[in-house]
């Protein structure tokens, strides 16, 4: 996350004597000054406005989480830009200087920010405190990357949301601060201007490449994403615009205005590029991490030299050299930009915990006019915060850093009354207190995740069950045992639409090696409404979170259901089991992995035209959920033993029913995860029989 740099407005350009490695620049050449540039606080907006609609729902902006690198491009830059410029106004870098104003800048708001986000959370759900102590040491050590990295944590896929996900990207800019400053130092020392360009370009291609090569497609992209090492090509080509912006002998070669006809189309060229990956691009797709980030940030490096071109040159050169401002530059440096970027920190900050605490305490589905109205409500909220924060936090400190805002509190509370002093000294001790308590006690793991362990525990303890079991002729009688059948109540034998099944169904499962298509009532017994144990069932987490629930509305169903599988694990399993698949199957992926069409039909084919199958959609935070779900649908499509159960529409109605992941089903979710693939299987049945199937409602257990 960027941090707002500034020189004084009275920032000296280069001394002419300044050698650059032994040769002397004359004064006209001197590169410009620094001094604030509020277009760059417009590109800060951009950055925090796309970062926090991907938050807020990634299916508005896929891309958004690009933002992050608009905020490294633009970081490199400036922190660059203000070493370099230090340097030749004192011959020197005071690095414990500034070092210590990055400090003030970034630790006072994000205190505040831990301590509050700790607090409030405490009182709405426990589950936002999972591994809370360590991602608060990794938050005030700025490490939260490497943190989470050892922890085997996922930024793509969680069963506990994480309160201060969102501050990995502070750990790499910190971590950033801490060591290009030592190696701009050598390079400042013993480089060209030309060199200094080169490494830094070297050190950014090295970080994509290696970002491109430990990227595994088939698993999970974490690694790649939060490490500083894979991902510093933002950084490193903010920083290399820098050295050229700051050379007199390489200046022109960055100077938009100066590359002709090219200059006038590569920076609306770039902000549209910029534009279409953050609308287009996908945390899921290995092009993201193949020349999709880099793709982001050399867009971005273009916008920037287009927001410094003309204002920076007529500051250096006169209004000849500069010219009118360009409709980007007017854009960037608007009032609305220019508020926003100012409070890009803050912003930053807060987003996050303020999206997962209220949607914590207000819950709504994706897709609803509830959802929107939630979002909405969680940006007034994270904008209130930040302006307060801007105003009383980070300004103080960045004005009179922490000696003099200490004074200047000290000094307010010695002028109050001794009540309010008392008051004031309380609620610090007892927020501090109570903050270590929280931390100490926190829970380990999400009921979320304890569920989907006793879940995966439980099936995998029950007793195996042999080849051919799965048949109706060796299967118990649905409700045999007062057990709820596929369609009657709880102590039912079964409903009418289960005594066809157990009359006509055929005495073997189909074979997927089928010889021809069925007879007209060899279909019709074929596609009667199952019982639970002519069903098999294979799946996610999804599934194994609703496992008790599904062997209550289908006693006897066989399931194979482990979390983090995808599509080709489920061809696999189903192809193992091969002829002894029963005659209904349901299949539950996608949550993890995505949709594959090639692979769906894959399991199909395997599965044959005369199962009836049931494929369950997806719902959760992703921005693919809807991309996914269409194409389950284009694939069902033309195939009459194939039904949807739209799982993704009936939680819509239901936002109460997941867990605080936004993804798995709560207890009472799990029911109506189960009761979505009874509906479908019944949808399947009528479709090609042409009897109405009775669905009762089963009372929760």
Known sequence: MLTNVTTSATSRPHDSHRPDVGRRESPAAAPPQLPRIDGLDGLRAVAIAAVVVFH??????????????????????????????????????????????????????????????????????????????????????????????????????????????????LAVEEQ????????????????????????????????????????????????????????????????????????????????????GAAGHLAVPAAGVVLAALMLLLDEGTPFTFRGGIVLACVATAVLVLGVVDQGAHGAAEGAAGGGATTPLQRAMASPVATWVGRRSYSIYLWHWPVILIVASDHPSAPGTIEHVLVRLWCVVVTLALSDLTYRFVETPFRRDGFRGTGRRVLALLLRSSRRTRQV??????????????????????????????????????????????????????????????????PTASATAGASATSKTAPSTAPSTASAGPLAPDQRKAAFTMPAGTEIDAYGDSIMVGSLGALKYYFPGIRIDAKSNRRWSDGLTEVTSRGDDNRRAVVLAFGTNWGTDADQVKAVLDRLGPDRMVVLVNIMGPMSRVDRDNATLASVAEGRPNVAVADWASA???????????????????????????????????????????SLPDLPMP
Request: proline share 6%; charged share 15%.
């Open 56 to 169: 807020l729902n990634a299916s508005w902006m896929p891309g958004g989480f690009l933002g992050v690198d608009v905020f490294f491009v633009v970081s490199g830059f400036l922190i660059t830009s203000l070493l370099v410029l230090e340097h030749g106004r004192t011959d020197r870098l005071d690095l414990p200087r500034f070092w210590v104003r990055r400090a003030r800048r970034l630790l006072p708001a994000l205190v505040l920010v831990v301590v509050t986000s700790v607090l409030i959370a405490r009182t709405v759900s426990s589950d936002l405190l999972v591994g809370i102590g360590r991602q608060v040491a990794g938050a005030l050590t700025f490490s939260t990357n490497w943190v989470e990295i050892t922890a085997g944590s996922s930024y793509f896929d969680q069963t506990a949301p994480q309160l201060f996900m969102n501050f990995w990207s």
């Open 176 to 259: 950033f601060y801490l060591l290009w400053p030592l190696v701009t130092v050598a390079l400042l020392a013993f480089a060209t201007s030309r060199t200094r360009v080169a490494v830094a370009l070297g050190l950014g291609t090295v970080s994509a490449l290696l970002m491109a090569v430990l990227l595994d497609p088939m698993g999970d992209a974490t690694r790649v994403y939060y490490g500083t090492d894979t991902h510093l090509v933002g950084l490193m080509l903010g920083a290399a615009v820098a050295f050229a912006w700051t050379s007199p002998r390489l200046r022109h070669l960055v100077t938009p205005h100066r590359w």
């Open 424 to 489: 004031v000294s309380a609620t610090v001790a007892v927020a501090a207190v109570v903050t270590g308590v929280v931390l100490l006690t926190a829970p380990d793991r999400s009921q979320t995740a304890i569920m989907l362990e006793q879940n995966e525990a439980a099936a995998d303890a029950a007793a195996p069950v042999s080849p051919g079991a799965g048949s109706p002729t060796g299967a118990p009688t649905p409700g045999a045992s007062g057990a709820p059948s596929a369609t009657g109540g």
């Open 651 to 693: 939680v819509r109605s239901h936002p109460d029913q997941l867990q605080s992941d936004r993804i798995h089903p709560s207890l009472t979710g799990a029911h109506l995860f189960s009761k979505t693939v009874r509906q479908a299987l019944a949808d399947l049945s009528e479709r090609n029989t042409g009897t109405k199937v």
